[in-house]
């Protein structure tokens, strides 16, 4: 059982837990060697270990309580990743003196903080109703060659979660190696009809989709620019490694999750029980309280220190953290074995009590 207890006030955790990994692998660029290995362990391995060993849960905020340094962090992680992603091309790709060992395990770190750091800071800065917050969110997701889930994610995805109109909702029993192209070709196509239907409906501004391509080929022309066609190879493998991560986020926090279709043919509304939740604290302040989905698509634009986590009753909890339960995602057979009966469970107390 977890104990709904933290020693550490929260935005210490998320400071501590997302600015960490990104100084520990600048400092493998810097002095290469075994440097490398702190940063990678501390993805791969600390992460879960701590929430292993220390059953905690991060408490809810209070009901209105405010984060003053909740955007000053966004922000320095947001700049911290545009100087980073060109950095870790130029220290697997370059001249940066790096043995291949070294470079491997920068690839396989830098991937890990893009995909598990940088894209819950991006999710959260396009939420943000500041202009200029949400450009850098944009920026951050357009290093990663996923710059049209700024629109897909709020105009398609919020609206249609765990309906067949969402290509980022996974029915029961898609495997995610299905679900991958679907959602990412298929989050493109609906970003962009619903930015033209914004724009045929009146609303102002130039289509959105022109910037997203130019910033995604500037991208790939700057690691062109740092190591020829081995940087550009490296970026564009660092931001497929950074962009799975968010698709198998998707494919976890959503899977086989459904909204009852009405007599009317709309959807019932979205409520607790149409987003798989964790409660483990760690990955939880790595990740920006991403694992508290359930309450993050009941207030889009709450900030993420303040996400509540509900009850086991009231919505689905994985049963594991969100980073082990997308590796296991990443072995269909296993994924759809494990969670047959969960799923199977939930929805059948959620028939009883007549939330169905």
Known sequence: MFRRFLPLPPMTLFAMATLTPLALLGAGVWLGGAWVLPGLLYMAVLTIALDRLIRWTAPDAPEGAEFPAADALLI???VAHLIGFPVAVWAIAGESGLSPLARIGLFAGFGLVFGQVSNPAAHELIHRGNRWLYRLGVAVYATMLNAHHASAHRLVHHRHVATPMDPNSAPEGMGFYR???RAYLGSFRAGWQAETARR???AGG??????YLLAQAGSLGLGFLIAGWEGLFVWLALAAHATAQLMLSDYVQHYGLARR???DGRYEPVSARHSWNAPHWFTSGVMLNAPRHSDHHAHPTRPYPALRLPEADAAPWLPWSLPVASAVALFPALWRRRMRHRLLRW???????GLE
């Open 76 to 78: 320095a992680i947001g």
């Open 179 to 181: 679900f991958l192209p």
């Open 200 to 202: 045929s409906g009146g």
């Open 206 to 211: 130039m289509h959105p989709y022109p910037a």
């Open 261 to 263: 279709q009405l007599a």
């Open 347 to 353: 929805t059948a107390a959620s028939t009883s009590s």
